[in-house]
């Protein structure tokens, strides 16, 4: 198994207000990562997102074993959203400086056979292989809402005024909840985890074709990113990529 990563702070931002970890052990044959993409203004969203990951990271490490099953793994990945919530509300709540922040949380665990994730907010988890690409995780935003309910097309979603409007943060309230995904992995396959300031500028198919014929897949992160900047970098990227 195989991971590479890259955060860059875009162009129209000053700051990055993204965070991510990657970790892989070639002794368990498993990777643990995680991406966030803070918010609460430029100095409180860079702590929630640091915080969050590093605490996410920290209990995560702690609970995850070689051979623990889809179940234990779901466990495990919750209750590391639990952490890092408590730690970024607690901050936010004991510092006016930090008031109101948080910060969005896509987390995975990954063997050669699976990935287990963990979601909070609009960063996502996408699947890759040679039949294609999938998003596997759901964004917790006003669009998706709007168009799970019919009311919205993908196509006016990605102009909708409101479209970075997210109905589910970490660290806002003191608790909350994620939604888990389990998806099946092959030799071969990819697993990507990222911030919005991929996927609002980058088609799906990009990010594909990149990841898969594009070149060096060790090279393609850099590649995306100079996608997303060559097209105004209008916010922070961050991508996690693994691969099996």
Same mark, same amino acid.
């Given at each position: 198994?195989?991971?590479?990563? #890259? ?8 700051? !990055? ?30 702590? *929630?997102?640091?915080?969050? *990951? ?78 294609? #690409? ?42 909350? *909840? ?57 916010? !922070? ?8």
């Amino acid at each position: 198994m195989l991971g590479w990563a #890259i955060t860059d702070t875009g162009v129209a931002r000053r700051e !990055n207000q993204d965070f991510y970890h990657l970790e892989l052990s070639h002794a368990t044959g498993l990777a643990v990562c995680v991406v966030c993409d803070g918010m609460g203004g430029m100095r409180s969203g860079n702590v *929630a997102s640091r915080v969050a *990951a590093d605490a996410f990271i920290t209990d995560l490490l702690l609970q995850v074993k070689p051979g623990m099953s889809h179940k234990s793994l779901k466990t495990a990945l919750a209750a590391a959203v639990s952490a890092a919530n408590a730690q970024v509300f607690e901050k936010a709540r004991t510092n006016a400086a930090y008031y109101g922040m948080g910060t969005t949380l896509i987390g995975a665990v990954v063997t050669p056979e699976y990935a287990v994730m963990a979601n909070v907010g609009d960063s996502r988890a996408y699947h890759i292989s040679g039949d294609g #690409i999938t998003q596997v995780s759901r964004d917790h935003s006003l669009v998706e809402d709007l168009m799970h309910r019919g009311e919205l097309s993908r196509e006016e979603a990605k102009h909708h005024p409101s479209k970075n409007l997210i109905t589910r943060a970490l660290g806002t309230d003191g608790i909350v *909840a994620p939604d888990l995904f389990i998806r099946e992995m092959a030799e071969g396959d990819f697993l990507l985890l990222c911030t919005d300031g991929l996927t609002n500028v980058v088609e799906d198919m990009e990010i594909l074709f990149e990841v898969l014929h594009g070149g060096d897949p060790s090279l393609a992160c850099e590649r995306l990113v100079s996608m997303a900047n060559s097209r105004g970098g209008p916010d !922070n990227t961050t991508i996690v990529l693994i691969h099996i």
